[in-house]
């Protein structure tokens, strides 16, 4: 078969279910909460693939398959997935079509130069270039609980905003720590605060 299926790239794998989980609630009408929840859960499985890949003893073809099926999984998780849910939440006028084109290539751009450079780098990436499309898990789910205080009109003009800014920082040249340690402890809890919050109030 082609591929890899070890332990490896187990989780990698189960983010690309929840984000077809994701997509499938949000394409059908099911609560868009739904499809959120598969969004954060597919960024936690993002957030520790990596890790759990580097306990597991690999040749060069494995590594390099792990990198490249992490990229196409994120393309999945965190540009498609969060179109789809926007889409399902009302944003679906023409302005927004053009918003959620600039957003996918953006982090298309993202991906591939993180590929491209970043993973190509001498020893382990300490600092991303750009925000990582991972981030996306958490961005906005957390910043949609807004709609439960504010007007739909105030909401949704500032739903536009933090698309495009997440669009933005995606490609521009500034350095994001990469997390390690306690921030991975940190960015667990929060999504599951996060998912706690939409499955009680939303």
Known sequence: MLGKWNRSVILTYLGLACAVAGIFLA???YKVSYAFICLMLAGIFDLFDGPVARKVKRNEEEKKFGVEIDSVVDAVSFIALPIAIFTASGLNAIPFVI???VYAISGAARLAYFNAVDADTEGPVRYYTGLPVTYSALIFPLFY?????LDPNIFTVIYAIVIAAVAVLQVVKVKIVKPKGIAYVIFGVL???LIT??????
């Open 27 to 29: 394409v059908a009408g």
């Open 99 to 101: 918003l959620y084109i």
């Open 145 to 149: 609980l807004l709609s439960l205080i």
């Open 191 to 193: 999504a599951i605060v």
């Open 197 to 202: 919050v939409f499955i009680i109030f939303l």
